[in-house]
């Protein structure tokens, strides 16, 4: 029979990769646009979305990534980030997600001559969102991923910030848990960045490193090299999987590397839809996802951008589980690998697993 839409988001879930201004509220846009006096496309909240999914819906990159123009200057006071840091908490626990870590980039929101904001502003904003969506009522826990740019040149300057940061929230939510390199990547291998790098893991931050761009698998190498516990997308590791040791389950031909990720149990932030859009994957038949998971690769599933792809944690889950025909074994399989690959303390990771368990 299949999962349902609505079986998916009564669902417990885990999400590891989204991103905080790739999942605006339309509404919400239009509303900060006129306070901050920016101008879009359009001030209708319908027509909004087709703007910002026409990247998606044609398989365009530049396309996809134009329409951030139209977000990030919305976000340049620390009363705007809060608020959307609180719409995101909310909208994803009504989705049914149990745990989550969303990722900024402070450096992209330091205000300007009449709103000056600092890092730590940027940070605290976000924080103080998610603890206010939380004692608000959503039924949701929360930590939170810094990124920083790798075409610019303060990785070290967000590093020193997110170690400020780590562990700490407002009121115990919203913790800052890990350290990423976000950005293009194709020309920006993470070895440009090791001196950010070498800080946040010797400070005890978390390491997560993008790489879905080509050349796909160096970029995976070079991230497990500098020591990431996670790979942001990975989806590229499939061009390894054509020869070495077979993986009967999977129909799957493991190279070294693959092998690697699979020997040290590296999770994967895998995103489906957008690793579809942007052209990683043909498409979601062809995603690595299923045959990844039948592997014993510890796949993920996670959204992105909920905006520009036009997803949402329940949605992705419906699609793969339906798309690779996973059954109920996997699906949960799917969920425990989200929980186990999290940057939450023990006690809440276990708490997450004893959610996904019970359901």
Known sequence: MGLTFEEARGLPKVLLHDHLDGGLRPATIVELAQDVGHTLPSTDPDQL????????????IILYLETFAHTVPLLQRADNLHRVAKEAAEDLAADGVVYAEVRFAPELHVGDEANPMSLDDAIEAVS???ADAIASGANISINTIICAMRTEDRSLEV???CLRWLDRGTDGHGKVVAFDLAGAETGFPPTDHLEAITAAR????????????????????QALEVGADRVGHGVRLIEDCRQGTEQASAGLMLGPLAQAVLDNGVPLELCPS???????????????????LRAGIRATVNTDNRLMSGVS?????HDVANTFALSTSEIRQLLVNGAEASFADDALRLATLNKIQAS
């Open 128 to 130: 103080a969102g998610f």
């Open 49 to 60: 979305v087709s703007y910002f999914r026409r990247g998606a819906d044609a398989r365009d």
């Open 159 to 161: 590093a020193q910030a």
């Open 313 to 317: 944690a329940s949605s992705e889950l």
């Open 202 to 221: 010797q400070g005890g931050a978390h390491l997560t490193i993008h790489a879905s761009e080509p050349p796909g698998l160096e970029l995976i190498s």
């Open 274 to 292: 957008c690793n579809v859009q942007i052209g990683a994957v043909p498409t979601l038949a062809e995603h690595p996802l299923g045959a990844f």
